[in-house]
Every structure is written in C-alpha cells, then in structure tokens.
C-alpha cells in the first residue's frame, strides 16, 4: 500500500492552486463521444496559466519548500518544457531565482514561455536525461535546490485536477493518463484512492518511448530509447522507481501510442473541440481511440493534459504531414 495523500491533504492544495487560478473546465464533447461510440469527457488542463496540468504541480511543490522551512533562493531543474513553466511560474511567486535545462533542439515555444517567466535557460544534452544530468551537476556547483521531475509534493498538486474531474463526472468508467515521469498517472490514482472511485485507470505511453512499460512489465526499471517526434511530454529514457511502484500496483494497464496515432488524435481534437492539443496533450485520446471497440456505451475520461506545441509542428500535422 502507497503513502497517498488523503482527501483533506489533496484538498489543503486545491486552496494553493485556485489562489493562483481557477479550476479547468471538463466538458463532454458530443463529435468526440459520436466518433468513439462512448460518453467522452475532456479535462481541459491546456486551461491553466502555462497551457499544462503541471503547474498545480509547482504550486504544491513550493508550498512545501515553503512549510518544511527549505525555500532556496535558486532552483534549478530539467525539463522538456512543461515542468519547467511549472517551476518557473512557482518560483516567481516566490521571488525564488530559476534556472531551467532543456535538450538541444527543444521545443522554442515552450522555451520562449519559460524564459519570459523569468528563467534562466540552458540548452544541453540530447535529450531529457543527459539534461537532467547536468541539471543535478549543475545544482550541487551552484548549491542550488534541484527541483526533481516526480517527488510526492508535485503528485499532490496535480492530484488536484483528478479531484476536479472526478466530482464534476462520478459516473466516469475508465479514465486514460498519459505518462511522462509519471506524476499526472501517480495522481490519478492518488484522487481515485481518496475518494474511493471505482473508475479505471489506463496509463498512456509513446510508442517510441517505452521505458514505463517495459518496466510494468518486468517490474524493474529497464531503460528504454526515446525516438518520439511528437510527444516530447512523454520522452522519457529511464522510469523514475518511486512513479514505477505507484503505477505498477495501480494501473489497469498500459497503451502504447505511436506518433501517427497521436497526430490523428491531435487533428481529431482541434476538429472537434478547436482546442490546440500538443503531442502528450493528444495522447489520452488516442489510447481511447485505439481501444474504442471495448469502450462502446462507458463514460470514458480523457485528458487535453497540456497545448504547448509550436506552430509550426501544429500547421504540419494540421495539414496531414506528420
């Protein structure tokens, strides 16, 4: 059995949350739930201040600095994009110094939006985990605070949007999460436990990017290539163990997306929410798509989980290039 966090813990950080927004909306989207022959529901966390669910995450992790007496005056962390305008966000809350490192080749929207945060932005590596490297290289020569990609504090932020979700749709059967290092799954099934639903969850993977399932499947961590062009959220080389134990003893299962699959999924969104969907943002409703046959007539919960894709990778796969 997992420390997860009670309702009252889960609730304590809505208030966090909603002093700096609102909670997302979720909307039953009629054209969607006609294509997947299911009630389809989207959580639209490409509502939030930085496009994405993880800022809940940030906002969470800084209230906890902040009541364990550990506020830094500089965090450092790693990220693709979406974490790091959670943390960027947090820490100008805060009035705390921020310094992000990303890959090489990184998504230059998400990058332009954490620097006018007011990060500080380094390019290194080539993909995420050689800039998680550098980051914690970086935080002990600095003596800085490195802000980890999956820790209990940033699971308990999001955990609030499950909350959300889950009292505004009771009646949801199967709720799909897509997984990067595993803190919107982990809370996932942090809400469930809370309020003691019944719903399914189903974890979401790239297809080009398998290290979680793979380790589900070998109940260790096996580290995996990473070759996804579309769902940077999700390009992780080696699953966090902490995230592995939590959805290995509390997933239903695990669906693999390929980037043709999660192209389809964000065109289907825009056509029929005209709601911009990043590659992970899409990821939820592919799965859904792909398992549609065993879905017919459920209440089925996707999640529109972050919009931060640039445009000019939008206009290729609007256009049917990707």
């Given at each position: 059995?997992?420390?997860?966090?009670?309702?009252?813990?889960?609730?304590?950080?809505?208030?966090?949350?909603?002093?700096?927004?609102?909670?997302?909306?979720?909307?039953?989207?009629?054209?969607?739930?006609?294509?997947?022959?299911?009630?389809?529901?989207?959580?639209?966390?490409?509502?939030?201040?930085?496009?994405?669910?993880?800022?809940?995450?940030?906002?969470?992790?800084?209230?906890?600095?902040?009541?364990?007496?550990?506020?830094?005056?500089?965090?450092?962390?790693?990220?693709?994009?979406?974490?790091?305008?959670?943390?960027?966000?947090?820490?100008?809350?805060?009035?705390?110094?921020?310094?992000?490192?990303?890959?090489?080749?990184?998504?230059?929207?998400?990058?332009?939006?954490?620097?006018?945060?007011?990060?500080?932005?380094?390019?290194?590596?080539?993909?995420?985990?050689?800039?998680?490297?550098?980051?914690?290289?970086?935080?002990?020569?600095?003596?800085?605070?490195?802000?980890?990609?999956?820790h209990?504090?940033?699971?308990?932020?999001?955990?609030?949007?499950?909350?959300?979700?889950?009292?505004?749709?009771?009646?949801?059967?199967?709720?799909?999460?897509?997984?990067?290092?595993?803190?919107?799954?982990?809370?996932?099934?942090?809400?469930?436990?809370?309020?003691?639903?019944?719903?399914?969850?189903?974890?979401?993977?790239?297809?080009?990017?398998?290290?979680?399932?793979?380790?589900?499947?070998?109940?260790?961590?096996?580290?995996?290539p990473?070759s996804?062009?579309?769902?940077?959220?999700?390009?992780?080389?080696?699953?966090?163990?902490?995230?592995?134990?939590?959805?290995?003893?509390?997933?239903?299962?695990?669906?693999?997306?390929?980037?043709?699959?999660?192209?389809?999924?964000?065109?289907?969104?825009?056509t029929?929410?005209?709601?911009?969907?990043?590659?992970?943002?899409?990821?939820?409703?592919?799965?859904?798509?792909?398992?549609?046959?065993?879905?017919?007539?459920?209440?089925?919960?996707?999640t529109?989980?972050g919009?931060?894709?640039?445009?000019?990778t939008?206009?290729?796969?609007?256009?049917?290039?990707?």
């Amino acid at each position: 059995m997992h420390n997860f966090p009670t309702l009252d813990q889960i609730q304590a950080a809505a208030k966090t949350v909603y002093a700096a927004f609102s909670p997302t909306p979720q909307y039953l989207w009629a054209t969607l739930s006609q294509r997947l022959g299911a009630d389809c529901w989207v959580k639209h966390e490409n509502h939030t201040p930085v496009g994405a669910f993880k800022v809940r995450g940030g906002l969470s992790y800084f209230d906890y600095l902040q009541h364990s007496g550990q506020m830094p005056q500089e965090v450092i962390c790693a990220t693709r994009g979406n974490h790091g305008q959670s943390i960027a966000y947090a820490a100008a809350r805060h009035d705390v110094a921020c310094t992000i490192v990303v890959p090489q080749g990184n998504a230059t929207e998400k990058n332009a939006a954490m620097r006018a945060l007011g990060a500080k932005l380094i390019e290194y590596g080539h993909d995420f985990q050689e800039a998680r490297e550098h980051a914690q290289h970086l935080a002990q020569a600095r003596s800085a605070h490195l802000v980890p990609s999956y820790h209990p504090a940033l699971v308990l932020g999001v955990a609030t949007a499950w909350l959300e979700f889950f009292h505004a749709v009771p009646a949801l059967n199967v709720l799909y999460v897509p997984i990067g290092l595993g803190s919107g799954a982990c809370a996932a099934l942090a809400a469930k436990q809370a309020l003691g639903h019944p719903v399914k969850v189903v974890g979401v993977v790239s297809a080009h990017a398998t290290t979680y399932a793979l380790s589900m499947a070998a109940g260790r961590v096996v580290e995996a290539p990473v070759s996804t062009m579309l769902a940077d959220g999700m390009a992780v080389r080696r699953a966090d163990p902490q995230a592995l134990a939590v959805l290995q003893s509390g997933l239903d299962h695990i669906v693999q997306v390929s980037d043709a699959q999660v192209a389809q999924a964000m065109r289907d969104l825009y056509t029929d929410t005209h709601n911009v969907a990043e590659g992970a943002g899409a990821a939820s409703f592919a799965a859904a798509w792909a398992e549609r046959s065993q879905l017919q007539g459920l209440v089925v919960g996707t999640t529109l989980c972050g919009g931060n894709v640039d445009a000019s990778t939008l206009c290729e796969v609007l256009q049917n290039r990707i």
